[in-house]
């Protein structure tokens, strides 16, 4: 009868273990930054054209050529295709998510050896596929076939220009954020007028003004009266005023 291998549930080294989780969260964090800042092009394409720049692999332009000319849309190689950097983001944020799942099962004690196993495995293979398309082949160009990308095996110093640039700009951004002459005297007097408002009673601000004004010509309009008058009642009103001798006669027949 077929029996199941027996399989400990305990680990051999614990401290080990903690230790080797401890650089595993050091590197998930790590890559989950650097993917993310990639994420969606930052430095893929200015690689391949520093690539095709000194002739290592095919250029990214040919995409740009084939639109113009309306010809077949080559196929872009897995090492410089947007595919890449999102399995790359996708895998990173993987295995962070399961890094943390992992800190609470071990500190439950169900972080089994088994289940770590496995998990280890499926997680080894997805970085196995990251790291070959990091370093694929491009043979897209005949006339500049690569087998390997260019910044694997030569060296950075082709990227010099394209690092010079990035630099300048960086330079540029730290003196725009150094105020000029003119922009410190404007703040200057800004702040000096906001000191200023500050130390005058409420009743000097502008807004005390507004309120001041809005009062005044409230009270300077006289309420209307709460009966109503129609054209007929007004007419009537008149008449009263214009008749003494009515008001007479109605105060005799009273008498």
């Known amino acids: 009868m077929f029996k199941l291998p027996q399989v400990s549930s305990k680990w051999k080294w614990p401290k080990f273990v903690l230790a080797l989780m401890v650089v595993e969260l050091g590197g998930a964090i ?6 993310g800042i990639a994420e969606p092009d930052l430095y893929r394409t200015k690689l391949w054209q520093v690539g095709a720049d000194n002739g290592f692999n095919s250029s990214p332009k040919t995409i740009l050529y084939a639109y113009a000319n309306y010809r077949k849309i080559p196929s872009i190689p897995f090492v410089w295709s947007h595919t890449l950097t999102e399995y790359n983001v996708a895998i990173s944020v993987l295995c962070t998510f ?3 799942v992992k800190w609470v099962m071990y500190a439950l004690h169900i972080w089994y050896p088994l289940l770590a196993t496995v998990t280890n495995i499926i997680i080894t293979v997805l970085w196995i596929v990251s790291v070959y398309g990091q370093a694929g082949p491009d043979h897209s160009d005949p006339k500049h076939p690569s087998s390997t990308a260019w910044y694997i095996n030569k060296s950075c110093s082709y990227a010099k220009p394209a690092g010079v640039l990035f630099l300048v700009n960086t330079i540029q951004g730290i003196w725009s954020m150094i105020p000029s002459a003119s922009e410190r005297a404007l703040s200057k007097i800004e702040i000096d007028d906001m000191q200023s408002s500050k130390g005058k009673g409420a009743s000097d601000s502008p807004a005390s003004d507004y309120y001041r004004e809005q009062n005044w010509e409230m ?4 309420k209307a009266s709460s009966t109503p008058y129609t054209p007929r009642t007004l007419a009537f009103n008149t008449l009263d005023r214009q008749l003494p001798l009515r008001a007479e006669n109605h105060g005799a027949r009273f008498a």
């Open 219 to 222: 009270k300077s309009h006289p």
């Open 98 to 100: 399961i890094m943390i």
């Open 30 to 35: 790590a890559a989950l930054a650097l993917f």
